[in-house]
């Protein structure tokens, strides 16, 4: 373990090795790793890190990637905030004086006293980023959130990382296996997933795919990092997926490759749905159950194979079931039909209601899901397309892993629907190495941590931050969140490079009407650089903390490797400062220690985390009482368990009414959802909700995730720097020739809503008519301009407003979606 | 004895972490990577490959940096790793010239990362002579106390496997074996034809990859 020995000689290290120690702990940058390091300290300096590889599952072994072995880069960093900095210019120019802590908090606790006096305290705004890397630390601002009474913005949903497709049809934000899971895969997609690049822990097992015969297909309009893995790549046109999954649909419908059992038990596929309204047939309309409940058909002959057929012989025996949302266990279960014409009376009056499966095969008839213009649509060859669907369907088990590059689209959902649909058609889910999962933040609550969080149940005033920086009020906004009156005239945020790494003109007039923004951080950010008072943290490796992540089922804590530098106090510390001076009753709130509150999460975070202690976490990696392995769905698909799985920290049941049928749901009955035309998985293009002026710009506009970062960490980080020297935008030769573009040339990225200044670098790698910047540079390493400005206004879906369930059903976001024209700067 | 270290080419993900853990090791100084991954595309649209060539020092049998330094200050071990003695060296250079592959470095004023001495850097810095030649030594300091060297321990894919290539029974012996068998894969050595002979080996990637792109269709 120690790194003490001189490099060799000519004669061996005798010297007396020092006294160092080692501490184990877990990096939790929100990259979704949770990544176990051994620290070694030497008189209270970090000397060495490596990875802990102590993971009770030897598949795990190691963990970790560069950016976290570059860490000391940025725990000595000369940009640390090194004490409380209270304003001094205007915003922006850089002029700050230090202060105390007292001094900092007393101003703190007046502001927010104050502010609240004038326009209550939900005008006052707390935002921290991706809450499963902190249930401790960011879980104290959280509850003094609570107490106060203050708003607080989902980082979630405005991240995009919020799967709105995943909610729409299994009632939950996202399916996440344990990546040790994937390599039990025959077939492996990657769709708009460049997992060796962004789950670098974990992309052993797509390799591993391979090593065992199986075989890897990755869907990405560019070579991403990822390709080096492929046996097929599918470069696609960007914005195409969802034609290229209904395609692949009717391939699979076309050919049978389908498991009915699975359809039936576990889809609302069987379940009428009326013609008159579109919407679904209750059991109480034919007086036979409940209006919670629904119907099914059941032929009551057992004729062997002929269930399917429309039943045209009035002769050919039926009836109708009730299907209970409470339970999958129909009688008849296993010939429900899934085609057919019926006709029955509501109310005296004559409706024809069909199975939603045989509305499903029509739809999918429509000749632009046929493979021939599929082909079209999507530049892919007829031949490549054929073999994703028979790889998927037949060379089993076959895994999906979808990434954000699917997801952050306007019509995301629609997408993600589609692929879920593959799923559901042939039975892919709840099996290792088959199933259909979506990685994206470190979002997940994966045990109840609301006693922490929402003292005696009081909960803040929950908002997405969509609303907090729309340029106009959507009207559509779901009646159960709460804007203030007079708007939000606070801000604290934590840990978020705010400003900076999404919507930059829109922040820019916000700020304007905020009377007061308060940064925490560990590092001078350009987010930090543009606060009224910002309060230094510390690093990851300088407190105690909780940390859980989506792909892998371990538990870890976090612990001080070195205490926290210069005047940096943890955020618990802070909250507790806070909240004494804001009303002297709340200090009560914050008298634990940060590992009594650990092991008082775990005490009382219900089954998943029942058992488990601080002590035994000491010791290394505790998995979670989930199971084993850890596949979404499985207790549902073996126990007949109806869905929604659980989402904390919400309450049971808290999801049924965006999941009525207690089934994935391909046939959205709501209104919203049919009057888009939308209630079936459809096609829209990618950016036809962009205006005749936006759609102006050719070019399309992707932002994936670079290896150099974590989101905008580590951008300064000057190992990285020195591996990764500066910002360039991907593009095609065919692209650069005709714009006379040649590479390493300064070029400029445009359109309406700003432009930035970057370098060239023509590849071949990216198809024509599309463009690609790493996401998360600052701006200080652009040319010029502000990397995000070209981004499109915020703007959200109507029918993701539908219902409002906190990081599970909220409106999703549009980062791939601008368009944009580049031209060489003279 | 010969130690040798073993990239797999199938299980590496191209990410740098191997770079960055020796750098953590060993302290070298700003533009020094003794370990390093290139990173590789070939072809046209749509038929573009990918591919990741880890590489650092090839410890090699004949190795043209030992018959090249005019001190005679680059030794081989008996184990088989080839040493810059830091002592010694007096910077000339001729190493760095002779070396085929690129992987040694040598930079009488080198540079750092931090403008002022920052505590880790000021401890990274005791590690290697200021000035001198330096290359990767299959971490011998760590080997010399049962330890793997660090990038073997960091890879994160568990692409580098490190051991006695003369022992049946070692790691990476195991490891050829068993992939022998499976896919049928044999061990290559870099610039082979130049007669180096390196101790560090690598296993080809399996997949074959095919491209559905329909060209540049719109």
């Keep these: 373990m120690v790194t003490t020995r001189r490099v060799p000689g000519r004669f061996p290290d005798t010297a007396p090795v020092p006294e160092v120690r080692y501490v184990r702990t877990v990096d939790s940058p929100n990259c979704t790793g949770a990544c176990g390091w051994i620290a070694t300290v030497k008189e209270d300096i970090i000397i060495d890190l490596k990875p802990a590889a102590d993971y009770p599952d030897p598949e795990y072994n190691p963990r970790g990637c560069l950016r976290g072995m570059a860490s000391t880069s940025l725990i000595y960093h000369p940009d640390r905030i090194q004490t409380p900095l209270i304003r001094v210019g205007q915003r922006g120019e850089g002029l700050w004086r230090e202060s105390s802590w007292d001094e900092a908090m007393d101003l703190l606790a007046e502001k927010f006293k104050d502010i609240s006096a004038k326009y209550g305290p939900e005008s006052i705004v707390f935002f921290n980023q991706v809450i499963g890397t902190g249930n401790v630390q960011k879980g104290a601002q959280v509850r003094l959130a609570s107490l106060f009474g203050a708003s607080y913005a989902t980082g979630y949903d405005y991240n995009g990382d919020i799967s709105m497709g995943y909610t729409e049809t299994v009632g939950i934000d996202s399916l996440e296996s344990e990546s040790a899971a994937w ?113 099914a058909v059941l032929p009551t002959s057992l004729a062997r194979g002929e269930l399917d057929k429309t039943l045209r012989d009035a002769a050919q025996p039926f009836r109708f079931v009730p299907v209970s949302p409470e339970s999958l266990d129909i009688e008849g279960v296993e010939q429900l039909a899934l085609d057919g014409i019926y006709n029955v009376e509501i109310e005296g009056k004559p409706v024809t209601v069909r199975p939603a499966m045989a509305l499903l095969r029509e739809h999918l ?200 530098r210069y005047q940096a106090r943890s955020e618990l510390w802070m909250m507790k400062e806070l909240a004494k001076r804001l009303n002297p009753e709340w200090e009560a709130y914050f008298e634990m220690s940060a590992e009594e509150v650990i092991d008082y999460l775990l005490a009382n975070g219900g089954p998943v985390s029942a058992g488990i202690t601080l002590e035994a976490l000491k010791k290394g990696p505790v998995r979670l009482n989930l199971p084993s392995p850890d596949v979404p769905l499985v207790e549902n698909i073996e126990q007949r368990l109806p869905l929604p799985p659980r989402a904390y920290p919400h309450k049971e049941g808290a999801q049924r009414e965006f999941l009525k049928t207690g089934r994935m749901e391909f046939y959205k009955e709501e209104e919203s959802f049919r009057t888009s035309g939308e209630a079936l998985p459809t096609y829209k293009e990618a950016y036809s909700h962009l205006s005749p002026e936006e759609l102006r710009f050719p070019l399309t506009f992707m932002t994936p995730h670079a290896k150099w970062r974590v989101h905008s960490t580590h951008v300064n980080n000057p190992w990285l720097q020195n591996l990764n020297r500066k910002p360039v935008v991907e593009i095609h030769p065919q692209d650069a020739q005709t714009r006379q573009i040649k590479d390493g040339d300064l070029v400029e990225l445009f359109n309406l809503y700003g432009s930035f200044q970057l370098w060239a670098r023509v590849t071949q790698t990216i198809r024509s008519g599309a463009l690609s910047v790493d996401h998360g540079w600052w701006s200080r390493y652009l040319a010029k301009g502000d990397y995000n400005n070209v981004l499109l206004p915020e703007r959200v879906k109507t029918l993701q407003e539908t219902y409002f369930l906190p990081a599970v059903y909220a409106p999703g976001q549009l980062w791939k979606d601008p368009r944009v024209e580049i031209r060489k700067v003279k | 004895m010969r130690l040798g270290l073993l990239v797999d080419l199938q299980r590496c993900i191209g990410c740098d972490t191997c770079t960055l853990a020796c750098k953590q090791e060993n302290g070298t100084p700003k533009d020094f990577f003794f370990a390093r991954v290139l990173n590789m595309e070939t072809g046209e649209f749509p038929q573009v490959k990918r591919s990741y060539l880890p590489v650092l020092c090839n410890h090699c049998s004949d190795a043209p940096c030992i018959r090249a330094c005019p001190n005679k200050s680059i030794f081989k071990r008996p184990d088989g790793i080839v040493i810059i003695d830091q002592e010694r060296c007096n910077g000339t250079g001729a190493c760095v010239s002779a070396c085929p592959y690129g992987n040694i470095y040598l930079n009488s004023e080198e540079q750092w990362y931090f403008p002022d001495d920052s505590p880790h850097e000021h401890y990274a810095k005791s590690r290697l002579e200021n000035g001198k030649s330096k290359k990767c030594t299959y971490c011998a300091h760590r080997l010399d106390q049962a330890l793997e060297p660090a990038c073997v321990v960091s890879c994160p894919a568990g692409a580098r496997i490190f051991g006695d290539f003369d022992d049946p029974n070692s790691k990476v012996a195991q490891h050829l074996l068993v992939q022998k068998e499976q896919t049928r894969r044999e061990p290559f050595q870099l610039l082979a034809e130049l007669g180096t002979d390196p101790s560090t080996r690598y296993l080809r990637p399996l997949s074959q990859m095919h491209s559905g792109g329909r060209g540049n269709a719109k």
């Design chain 1, 183 to 295: 390599a039990e895969a025959k077939t492996l997609i990657l769709w708009g997933a460049n997992v060796l690049q962004t789950r670098m822990p974990d992309a052993k097992f797509v390799l591993k795919v391979q090593e065992n015969g199986g075989k890897v297909i990755v869907i990405d309009p560019r070579a991403s990092q990822s390709v080096k893995a492929a046996d097929l790549w599918l470069p696609l046109i960007p914005g195409t997926d969802g034609i290229l999954a209904l395609g692949v649909a009717r391939i699979i419908l076309a050919n049978g490759w389908i498991d009915s059992s699975f359809i039936r038990s576990f889809t609302d596929l069987p379940l009428l749905v009326r013609m008159d309204t579109g919407e679904r047939l209750r059991a109480s309309d034919l007086h036979l159950g409940k209006p919670d409940e629904f119907v």
């Design chain 1, 365 to 564: 008839q429509q000749e632009q899901y046929s493979l021939n213009n599929v082909s079209q649509k999507t530049g892919l060859t007829p031949d490549s397309i054929l073999e994703l669907a028979r790889s998927y369907a037949q060379n089993r088990p076959a895994q999906i892993i979808i990434g954000m590059g699917v997801n952050h689209r306007f019509h995301g959902d629609l997408v993600i629907r589609s692929i879920l649909l593959l799923g559901a058609l042939t039975g892919g889910f709840g099996k290792p190495g088959q199933s259909v999962d979506i990685y994206s933040g470190q979002h997940h609550v994966r045990f109840d941590i609301s006693p922490w969080w929402y003292p005696d149940g009081k909960r803040p005033n929950v908002v997405s931050m969509h609303y907090v920086i729309m340029p106009e009020k959507s009207p559509t906004m779901n009646p159960k969140i709460h804007l203030p009156k007079d708007g939000f005239h606070a801000l604290f945020f934590s840990h978020a490079n705010i400003f900076t790494t999404s919507h930059v003109n829109e922040w820019r007039k916000i700020r304007d009407k905020l009377e007061f923004i308060v940064a925490v951080d560990y590092m001078k950010t350009p987010s930090t650089e543009l606060a009224d008072l910002v309060l230094p943290a510390p690093t990851f490796w300088e407190k105690h903390e909780l940390v859980v992540t989506g792909p892998h089922p371990y538990i870890q804590i976090q612990q001080p490797v070195i205490p926290p």
